[in-house]
């Protein structure tokens, strides 16, 4: 198994312990280039990540996992779903800004 594909099915897992604590059916998980997003969900169950998530701290793979997650519950950024951020990872905002940090440093 190459290092890239233990990271995949590594980050995989972790996925799935989060679908499980959450109680959310996953339907399939891919991990592809993207270019304008760290992730997507479906509303039959599917989810995208971006390949360069692999490349992060967990805990900024955790707040992109446990975000798209949440869309299963609440499909917009709106007050049920910040609730639930921080009801399962606290100060989820600096992890926001910490993203976006990364993602306007790669594109420059």
Known sequence: MTVASKGKTNFKR???EWAEKLDIRVASISIR??????ASCSTNGRLNFDNALLDLQPDL???VIVHELLHFRAPNHGKVWKALMMAY???YEQHEAA??????QSQS
């Open 99 to 104: 993203l976006s940090k990364i993602a306007s």
């Open 89 to 91: 990872l606290g100060d």
């Open 14 to 16: 972790r996925v799935q």
């Open 33 to 38: 280039p993207m270019k304008n997003k760290w």
């Open 61 to 63: 793979q955790d707040y």
